[in-house]
């Protein structure tokens, strides 16, 4: 018989006693994640942005006949590149998918973190690498799986942002498209969230059985979550006036923010294996 889950108060008054004095320890490594999330992002964004006008412009040079002076008049002079557009934001999306799913991996070391304070254990911060130096592939695929589930969430909310850049632009824009956008908007959320809380255990289920597979580790974070997913939904929805006012503070507040929601989780975690018999 399952015991009933800790309150939401409950679980957050447990972070806060966990966290006294640990916070000067994860701080920086909430602060280092963002800079080398950001970091590899736009490094390949830069190259990959490079080497597609390198491959059109030789491209061109091969079968045209322009000399380099003559290219570069054009390209000064003319949308040559926009053509080409289309194509690049699809090769764009798949690279940043699957840099997001890589740089999710430091997710791992985070959750890692976050388990062994919320048991009491030391941390350091080398930990934050523990999902590359320790279960990678099985690190990269579950993040490969949230990369995945996320879009269901991110496409509606990207035609949405295409739109919103119409109007600034036209006066024209069928009133259509945008309410077709925002009907995909809560239609991928209605199919998202209820995939996202079913999986939401995942990296914490890595750490806890590591010598499951993928596959395992996602089948049972879905079975423990049966019942529990409304119980998770309004625990992640009490941290809305938080993460506004990490808004307001321009995200700096996040860095005291994020490291509270985590552990958070982990208590939510832990009370969620004790409440159950078996897994």
């Known amino acids: 018989m399952e015991q009933a889950l800790l309150t939401r108060a409950q679980l957050k008054d447990r972070a806060k006693d966990a966290l006294e004095g640990n916070y000067k320890k994860i701080i920086p490594v909430i602060f280092l994640t963002g ?7 736009l490094t390949v964004e830069f190259f990959a942005s490079f080497f597609f006008s390198l491959i059109l412009i030789g491209s061109d040079l091969a079968t045209s006949g322009m000399s380099p002076d003559q290219l570069v008049v054009l390209l000064q002079n003319t949308t040559y590149l926009e053509e080409y557009m289309p ?9 940043q998918a699957i840099v997001s799913a890589f740089t999710s991996v430091f ?21 934050l690498f523990y999902g590359f ?30 739109y919103a850049q119409q109007l600034q632009t036209q006066t024209n824009t069928d009133s259509a498209q945008i309410l077709f956008a925002l009907c995909l908007l809560l239609i991928g959320a209605a199919v998202y969230l209820p995939i996202g809380l079913a999986i939401s255990q995942s990296y914490m289920l890595l750490l806890d059985v590591p010598e499951r597979n993928v ?44 490291p509270y929601r985590n552990v958070v989780y982990a208590f939510f975690f832990l009370n969620l294996m004790r409440s159950q018999a078996s897994y």
């Not at 800079?35 to 992002?41: E, F």
């Not at 997710?107 to 930990?127: H, K, P, S, Y």
């Open 107 to 127: 997710n791992v070391g985070i959750t890692f973190m976050c388990l062994n304070i919320a048991c009491g254990r030391t941390v350091q911060m080398t930990d």
């Open 215 to 258: 596959s395992d580790i996602l089948r049972l974070s879905i079975r423990i979550m049966r019942g529990h997913k409304m119980h998770l939904f309004l625990l992640e929805l009490s941290f809305l006036p938080l993460m506004f006012l990490g808004f307001l503070s321009f995200g700096i507040g996040n860095l005291w923010i994020m």
């Open 87 to 95: 194509v690049y934001s699809i090769i764009d999306y798949v690279i």
């Open 35 to 41: 800079l080398m999330t950001l970091a590899i992002q």
């Open 133 to 162: 130096r320790a279960q990678f592939r099985k690190s990269l695929g579950i993040s490969a799986v949230f990369v995945v589930a996320s879009q269901l969430y991110l496409i509606p909310t990207q035609l949405i942002q295409s």
